[in-house]
Each structure stands twice: as structure tokens, then as C-alpha cells.
């Protein structure tokens, strides 16, 4: 099993930035592909961001040029800094993990939420 534990969530006026923070444990780190999901207000989760063991990353079209997701390999973390959100970022936001080569992210984060103010 892994466990993934969030933070750094919170409210942000738009424009502004913020960094959360997701820490895994239960398997090695080099293991895992790491994700960002998120699930707005009467919407269904979406893929935001993923980052591999060698830091290869992948963005939903939305975010890119505005966040960042990168790795700690050595403290098994994995960061996304969010920069220039707009109040359509708003949601709730999943860490979230698979075993590289996998299909599916079988491991999730409790969830953290983001709001930014108009």
C-alpha cells in the first residue's frame, strides 16, 4: 500500500500562488508515477498534472505556464506550485500515485482544497 498525505492548500486571491506538497510512503519512491488530480464545484475529477521517476512530466492544457509539478526523490515528494490561479481553479485537489507502467492511479491523498477569490 501507499499512503499519500497532502498540503498546503488553502485561499489564494487570483493571481496569486500557491505550493502544495504531497508525502509518500508504504513503496519505494522510484517506483511511482506521481499525480495531480483535481474535482471542482458539480464536476468530475480531472487529470492536472503527472511527473515519472525521471521527472518526464505531463500537463492538462490548462495549467501549462502556470504550474510547476516537481520531485524529491531523495524525501519521496512530490511538489505542485501553482502560480497565476484564477478563480476556475478552484477545487479540491488529490495527490495521487501509480506504479510506473500501470494504467490506472490506484493510490490517493485525502484531498486538499484550493479556493481563489475573483
Known amino acids: 500500500q501507499v499512503r499519500l498525505v497532502e498540503s498546503g492548500g488553502g485561499l489564494v486571491q487570483a493571481g496569486g500562488s500557491l505550493r502544495l506538497s504531497c508525502a509518500a510512503s508504504g513503496r519505494p519512491f522510484s517506483s511511482l508515477t506521481m499525480g495531480w488530480f483535481r474535482r471542482a464545484p458539480g464536476k468530475e475529477r480531472e487529470f492536472v498534472v503527472s511527473?515519472?521517476?525521471?521527472?518526464?512530466?505531463s500537463y492538462t492544457d490548462s495549467v501549462k505556464g502556470r504550474f510547476t509539478i516537481f520531485r524529491d526523490n531523495a524525501k519521496s515528494l512530490v511538489y505542485l506550485q501553482m502560480n497565476s490561479l484564477r478563480p476556475e481553479d478552484t477545487a479540491v485537489y488529490y495527490c495521487?500515485?501509480?506504479?510506473?507502467?500501470?494504467?490506472?492511479?490506484?493510490?490517493w491523498g485525502q484531498g486538499t482544497q484550493i479556493t481563489v477569490s475573483s
Open positions: 495521487a500515485a501509480k506504479v510506473t507502467g500501470t494504467p490506472d492511479y490506484g493510490y
Open positions: 511527473i515519472t521517476w525521471s521527472r518526464s512530466t
